[in-house]
Structure formats: structure tokens, C-alpha cells
């Protein structure tokens, strides 16, 4: 992950110029049919399956985890893993874990299943992993949280927590499934970390974003007041960059990590007001602090900051982003807010009916959770195209369009 610890230059007057385009948008009098798809949200019920246009709740799933590219949902339930399909709802399997220890799903991929158990102190971890071979039984030394595997289903991530019986800290590491041994991640140049030079990280992770494309993990962490990177200990350094956010950039196939230092002033304000983007055709990472304004735009080539802005408070409450077709979308509060995906400049900003719950793309739309509904909107000009009520909305999740 690339470090970048000075100051990022940011556009002055934006905010100006967001609230001088400020408006509400009526709904039209004859909306659009909406678009055909599937939406996957998170209920009070549980992760939920919504149809589109329609808006009706086909399956839900309490406690279900998606799995890479939201192709399939897992779930625990009654002594067994199910697998369900996340574009059907159906059932595709189910695996007996009666006996097995560790009940909470900790990471999937597409061949293996870990289980763990709930987070606390402890100085041994008993782990299941689950998988075509049936079930497996793990017992490592320390203080172990599993959270992703390679694509090859060789290599375990994990965060170890130290010191194990009293955390205040962790570090991301390497268990080869094969070998049974626990290893130090490599550096971006593919140079193994020496063991002292481990980085430890004492933030909160805010937000995780998978590319699958490029097999890499995005991890935005918030409040790392004097953290040190594995680059600075190697190198001898023992004085923090002084970086109160970073992203944690983890290549799952190459085995390597790096972090992308942000400016002040991202990670002093509130972790929920932070938010994080991904274009993935673009190769372009997004990170906005709702609580500031502020706006940051990295290269997902050479992780490095390329362009910052200030685009206006948002309001209070989680803030959400999504980006694509060139534009990014941020929302907190009771604001959605627009600007160019390139330059930054701001291109909207909207009112919503209720408080910010998560954004999507689907099929040229954007679709954006307030309160208890999911708005149709135009990602131009904001307009509203139409709604679906989803009683006991808590975050839009995933969509995804239908073909058949």
C-alpha cells in the first residue's frame, strides 16, 4: 500500500458551488417502468432478497454472509451451513456442523467456509472450516479472526489479536492450509516482512471493499494515532507519519499488503461518516469523510492519491458512496451528494425523504436507501424516477440485473 503523508492539495470554494446547484427533485408524474433486477438488503429481518421492479421481499436470510461477486448466500441454521443462491434464493446445499466448533461465519470464498467463534479474549482458537471435503478442524495458538483466503483456497488471512488474552491491537497474517503454519504477509515488492517488523494496527476497520477482478481488499481504517507501517520499521523509522486513516490494501492472490496513508483531516472525525468507493473500470478508489466534505481519488495501479477536493458537509448518520460511469455518489444524513469521478467537481446535490441507507447502480440508475424505502433516480440530474417501500430497511446491500 502506497504511503502518502503530506498534505493533499483540496480544491477550495467546491462547497460553494455543491449548495448553489442545491435542489429537491418532485416525483415525476408518470415514472419510468423501473429496471429488472434483484436487490439484496439488509432488514430488520435479516439480509434480504427484493425483486425489481415490483419491490417484493421473494427470501430472507437471518445472519447470512454473501459470498465473492454476492453469487451465493451462507447461512447457519439448525446444525448446518446452507448455501443458497443469491440470484434465485435457492438452496444449494447444506452441511452438517453438529459438533463443530466456532458458529459465526467469518470468511468465505469460493471453496471454503470459516467458523469461528464470538470475538473476546482468548489465547486459543478453535476454527471450522467447512468445504467440498467436508468439515475441518483448526486449533491455533493466540487470539485468531479469520478474514479471507486466497483464490486458490491455499492461504488463510487472518487478524491476530495481541496481546491475545487483553487485545488493544492486531495484525494481518498468513495461515497456509496446507503447511498448518502462520506467516508474516509479504511486502508489495513480494519481499517476505521480517517478524519484528510486523505492522500492528490499533484503529477500528470502518469498511471493506473486495475487487474481485483484481483479487484485492480494500480495508478503510479510522483513528491510527501513532501507527506505524511495516515500511517504516523496515526502514528503522520510529516516528509515526502522523496518518489518522489509511486504507489497508491486501493483494489475496499475490500475498502481499500495503497501506494508502489519507490526509488529515480523514480519521479524526466519526469512523461512520467515513466512506469508500471502488470503480473497478475505472481503477479508481474513492474515499469521502461526510463529517468534513472532504474527497480523495487514488489510482487502484499504483495506489498513490491523485486528486483531492472539498465538496460540502454532509449531514449526520453513515455515509455511503458508489461510483461508476463516471461519476461518484456520497450520501449521509438526509443528502445525496454528486460529483465527477475524474475531476472531482462537484455535479449535484439532492435532498432525500429519510435518512441515508445505502447506495447501488443498476442498469444506468442509481438507487439510493432512505429510511424505509429504496429510490429510482436519475445519477445525472437526481430527478426521481420511482420507489419501492422496504419496511425495516437498515442498508441497501447489492444489486444486481436480471437477463432472464
Known sequence: MSTITRRQALALGAAAAVSACATTQPPPNAAPPGPRGRLLAETAAGLSLVELPTGAVTATYPGAV???????????????????????????????LAGAPGRRIKAVSGRLVALGPEPGPRSRTTLTLTGAGGNRTLRLEGNIE???FSGDGQVMYVLDHLPPEHPDRYRVRMYDLATGRMTPLLTRAKQPVPLSKEEEMRGKGRQAVHDPDLATLYTLYTHQDEHLHTRDLIAGHDLSPGAHAFVHVLSLDQRWAYCLDLPEPF?????????????????????????????VLASTDDLTIKRGALLGRLGDGEAYAVAGDGRVHLAAGTRLLSADGETLAPAGVWDLPGPARGLARLNGELLAGAGERVLRLDPRTGARLGAIALPGLRELRHAEPSYG
Open 66 to 96: 454473501p459470498g465473492p461477486r454476492w453469487l451465493r448466500l451462507y447461512q447457519i441454521a439448525h446444525d448446518r451451513l446452507r448455501t443458497y443462491d443469491a440470484t434465485t434464493g435457492h438452496l444449494l446445499e447444506q452441511r452438517d
Open 146 to 148: 479469520p478474514e479471507a
Open 267 to 295: 480519521g479524526l472525525g466519526p469512523p461512520l461518516a467515513h466512506a469508500m468507493a471502488l470503480d473497478t473500470q475505472a481503477r479508481r478508489l474513492y474515499v469521502f469523510d461526510a463529517s468534513t466534505g472532504r474527497i
